[in-house]
C-alpha cells in the first residue's frame, strides 16, 4: 500500500518561497498520479496541483498558476511543490495524494478522486 509523508511546511512572509517535499513509499512513484491539496479552517478542502502518472503532464488550480511548480524525482520516490511569492490566503495544511490512474476527476483535482492521503504539513504566511 502506497504511504506520503509531507515535509517543508512552516511560516514565511508575504513573498517568500517555501518548497514542500512528499516521500513516496510501498510503490513505483510513476504508478500513481499525485496531487497535493490545502485545507484552511473553516473552508472547504482545495486542490492545489497534480503531476501525471504516464507523462509528466501537470496541472494547477487558478489561483497558484504561474506561482507554484510540482515536480516529481521517480530515482528518490519524492515530489515536490515549489511555493513562490507566497501570499496570505496561501496559507493551509497542504496534503500529498496519490490516485492510481489519470482521470478528469484527478485532472480537475477532485479529492474524492484521490486515494491516499498524507498526515499534513502547516504552511503559514503572515507578517
Known amino acids: 500500500q502506497v504511504q506520503l509523508v509531507e515535509s517543508g511546511g512552516g511560516l514565511v512572509q508575504p513573498g517568500g518561497s517555501l518548497r514542500l517535499s512528499c516521500l513516496v513509499t510501498g510503490a513505483p512513484l510513476d504508478d500513481y498520479v499525485i496531487g497535493w491539496f490545502r485545507q484552511a479552517p473553516g473552508k472547504e478542502r482545495e486542490g492545489v496541483s497534480c503531476?501525471?502518472?504516464?507523462?509528466?503532464?501537470?496541472f494547477y488550480t487558478d489561483s497558484v498558476k504561474g506561482r507554484f511548480t510540482i515536480s516529481r524525482d521517480d530515482h528518490k520516490n519524492m515530489v515536490y511543490l515549489q511555493m513562490n511569492n507566497l501570499k496570505p490566503e496561501d496559507t493551509a495544511v497542504y496534503y500529498c495524494?496519490?490516485?492510481?490512474?489519470?482521470?478528469?476527476?484527478?485532472?480537475?483535482?477532485?479529492?474524492?478522486?484521490?486515494?491516499?492521503w498524507g498526515q499534513g504539513t502547516q504552511v503559514t504566511v503572515s507578517s
Open positions: 503531476i501525471s502518472t504516464y507523462d509528466g503532464t501537470t
Open positions: 495524494t496519490a490516485a492510481g490512474s489519470l482521470t478528469q476527476a484527478t485532472i480537475d483535482l477532485h479529492w474524492h478522486a484521490y486515494d491516499y
